[in-house]
């Protein structure tokens, strides 16, 4: 069964502390996304990738980056937590433009973050 | 970006038909419309997508009007496992494969036993 995991599933943190949130999908998917899902916000996009090495920012960058040295790795970093990124992060992956076409987005069981 | 309107939340019987419209008067006429949906305490998975004709798979139908401006999801026979929030999202075919969607708070669905 395909599979995008995330590190863990439940992560509390102080604030000021650098924090990662790891995810890696084995289907060898080209894209790779991080959303976070806040309770009447839905899920907002952060940071995705369609490539290697490659980033492109989200609707809601401020206070996150990411890094994806291989392809089945995408990692989020907050810099330097704070309260208000308290949330619930959700990672996905996709085939990609290269692949054959569609069955959409696989997403990860979710990562709920508590800063303290 | 195409917005979307959708009900906050429906109820329906088990083993009823569900039909979870979606609103999008202004989507593009290269805009797929995708629909995804959120089980409690997991991500939210794929349903189905579609660009101008109605479209089944093995979880539900899409039956989209002929001026595109609305769509409906059809879970032919719910059963408690469809309760979750059910999302309708535009996305321009020129993305296809290249997807970037966006969820808007979506449908939650209940499901009477």
């Known amino acids: 069964d395909v599979k995008v995991t995330q590190s863990s599933r439940y992560l509390v943190k102080r604030t000021g502390e650098k924090v990662f949130l790891e995810c890696v999908q084995d289907m060898d998917h080209e894209n790779m996304f991080w959303y976070r899902q806040d309770p009447g916000l839905g899920l907002r996009l952060i940071y995705f990738s369609y490539d290697v090495k490659m980033k492109e920012k989200g609707d809601i960058p401020e206070g996150y980056s990411v890094s994806r040295e291989k392809k089945e790795r995408f990692s989020l970093i907050l810099e330097s937590a704070s309260t208000n990124q308290t949330s619930m992060y959700l990672c996905?992956?996709?085939?990609?433009?290269?692949?054959?076409?569609?069955?959409?987005?696989?997403f990860g069981s979710g990562t709920r973050l508590t800063v303290v | 970006d195409a917005k979307t309107t959708q009900p906050n939340s429906m109820e329906s019987n088990e083993e009823e038909p569900v039909h979870l419209p979606c609103n999008h008067s202004?989507?593009?006429?290269?805009?797929?419309i995708h629909w995804y949906r959120q089980l409690p305490s997991q991500g939210p998975e794929y349903v189905i997508h579609g660009l101008t004709s109605n479209v089944n798979n093995r979880m539900a139908s899409l039956a989209i009007a002929e001026d595109r401006k609305s769509s409906t999801l059809i879970l032919h026979r719910a059963t408690l496992r469809d309760a979750a929030v059910y999302y309708c999202i535009p996305e321009p075919i020129s993305n296809f494969g290249n997807e970037k969607l966006t969820f808007g708070t979506g449908t939650r669905l209940t499901i009477i036993p």
């Open positions: 202004t989507i593009s006429g290269t805009d797929y």
């Open positions: 996905a992956s996709s085939l990609g433009r290269y692949g054959t076409g569609g069955n959409g987005y696989t």
